[in-house]
């Protein structure tokens, strides 16, 4: 069953992971969201520094025309439409309900 995200716009109200690896040993956080400017929209995502608890710097993807949020069987995908008729997926990361 897909679950469309709304209004994942900010860091504030980003779709946070747990559990996600960093190094060989230690797990931290990291939050997901797209942002919407004149460009268009981009994908987000900021990762949790374990070893201080400060959030690392914003990475941004290239602006897409439309970017969606979705989680399909736990699984969180980022999408978007490259022209009118083709749309692209990418797996990101397994979400925990």
Do not use: H, Q
Not at 9 to 32: H, M
Not at 65 to 85: H, T
Request: charged residues 25%; proline residues 2%; contains cysteine.
């Amino acid at each position: 069953m897909n679950k469309y995200k709304y209004n994942i716009d900010s860091f504030d109200n980003a779709i946070e992971v747990n559990n996600y690896p960093w190094g060989f040993r230690l797990k931290t956080k990291r939050r997901y969201w797209i942002e919407t400017t004149k460009n268009g929209d981009r994908f987000c995502f900021c990762t949790l520094n374990p070893k201080t608890d400060k959030w690392s710097a914003v990475k941004k993807s290239t602006y897409n025309a439309v970017e969606v949020i979705y989680i399909a069987d736990n699984i969180l995908f980022r999408s978007f439409w490259y022209d009118s008729k083709v749309l692209f997926g990418n797996a990101i990361f397994f979400v925990a309900d």
